[in-house]
């Protein structure tokens, strides 16, 4: 609310518009001067991998996602958009099943099949109930499943295209998440928009996501690529975003996007 909306209030409810004002903008000035701050991996505790399941974030969320799709029918796409699309065509399995794991409101069954123009045999897995939920009320016709991306709920090699949507990102244990995926898979594995540094170490950080406080991670490349190797995944294309910086962290980091090919 604008300070000059306030004036407009009288008696009791000006107080309780101005102190909810207040409140709002002294919990925005801690979540602004706790964002991205660096923390040690033993600071990572369950409450920070298991925010993304707080029932609010899922409706805070779509309000964004509704707006980017509007931008998207009108010509305007977004980066991270057309590149999931960029990925997922060049697996070339477009005839198969297509699982996103970390699909949140469901939002990729939509716009894969717009900018492809293609239908799509989508399935889509969140660890968030309220996600699953909502995900489930705005595509009917699509199927979506509760699961966990360090236990997935799939048949080994049972997925065409597995499409890691900023999952590891979010995970302590990355590693599992990587077999699991690469387990699953028969074809292709794509981890899309993972923030890498060429030289820096893996880092774990602080964020607040729709007012939810999670972690967030950025990787070390080098380490990155051995464990994608590790289990069996060769990739086979990467597509860049524009690199950015975060205060304590002396190297880029870049978004890229990983097209794997299942090996053997």
């Known amino acids: 609310m604008a300070v000059d909306n306030l004036n407009k209030s009288t008696g009791s409810d000006f107080l309780s518009r101005l102190r909810n004002y207040l409140a709002h903008h002294l919990r925005k000035g801690r979540r602004d001067t706790e964002k991205n701050r660096l923390i040690s991996f033993s600071q990572v505790n369950e409450a920070l991998t298991q925010g993304w399941k707080d029932s609010t974030m899922s409706y805070r969320q779509r309000e964004i996602v509704d707006c980017q799709l509007r931008k998207m029918y009108s010509g305007d796409v977004m980066n991270s958009f057309k590149v999931a699309a960029e990925a997922v065509a060049s697996c070339g399995f477009l005839d198969g099943l297509l699982v996103e794991i970390g699909c949140a409101s469901g939002y990729y069954c939509e716009v894969l099949p717009y900018l492809l123009r293609?239908?799509?045999?989508?399935?889509?897995?969140?660890?968030?109930?309220?996600?699953?939920?909502?995900?489930?009320?705005?595509?009917?016709?699509?199927?979506?499943?509760?699961?966990?991306?360090?236990?997935?709920?799939?048949?080994?090699?049972?997925?065409?295209?597995?499409?890691?949507?900023?999952?590891?990102?979010?995970?302590?244990?990355?590693?599992?998440?990587?077999?699991?995926?690469?387990r699953v898979s028969k074809g292709a594995v794509i981890f899309h928009l993972t923030p890498v540094m060429k030289m820096a170490k893996t880092a774990y950080l602080t964020m607040y996501a729709y007012g939810v406080k999670v972690v967030r991670l950025s990787f070390n490349q080098d380490e990155f690529l051995c464990l994608l190797d590790k289990y069996g995944l060769l990739v086979e294309n990467i597509i860049e975003l524009e690199p950015y910086s975060i205060k304590g962290i002396e190297d880029a980091i870049i978004p890229k996007t990983f097209v794997c090919r299942v090996k053997g």
Do not use: W
């Open 118 to 182: 293609k239908k799509i045999n989508y399935i889509g897995l969140d660890y968030s109930l309220s996600m699953v939920e909502l995900a489930g009320k705005i595509y009917n016709q699509a199927s979506f499943i509760v699961g966990d991306a360090n236990v997935l709920p799939f048949a080994d090699k049972s997925i065409d295209i597995l499409l890691s949507g900023n999952v590891l990102v979010h995970a302590r244990d990355y590693e599992t998440v990587i077999s699991e995926s690469a």
